[in-house]
């Protein structure tokens, strides 16, 4: 064990899991799977970013304010992105341009 209380073998397993996700992730990518792709590939950057912060950050042996910190900065950034989706659907069609005949000028 090293001075956090992670051992190499956490680290060598973490390693080994996040090259299987990388692996699948590029496997799925060439799968057909219409509007659940975008949210399979979340998962899997979900996944990975989580055992990134937990292992090589080394949040699992930090105290509760740092992952305080973390938490907060996650629920920050879903908030953002639910209130960027809430914009987005909820806008009205743009306006078409109006024609304009060959005999007008602009």
């Known amino acids: 064990m090293n001075a956090r209380g992670i051992s190499a073998r956490s680290f060598l397993v973490t390693w080994v899991a996040l090259m299987v996700l990388a692996l699948a992730s590029f496997s799925v990518s060439f ?16 996944i990975k970013a989580v055992l990134v912060a937990l292992f090589f950050m080394e949040l699992i042996a930090q105290g509760f304010t ?21 914009d987005v659907l909820t806008r009205e069609a743009p306006p078409l341009q109006p024609r304009y005949r060959s005999s007008e000028t602009l």
Do not use: E
């Open 31 to 46: 799968v057909h799977l219409g509007p659940w792709g975008t949210p399979v590939a979340l998962l899997f950057a979900g």
């Open 66 to 86: 740092s992952r305080l910190a973390l938490v907060t900065a996650v629920i920050f950034a879903l908030i953002l992105a639910a209130l960027a989706a809430g």
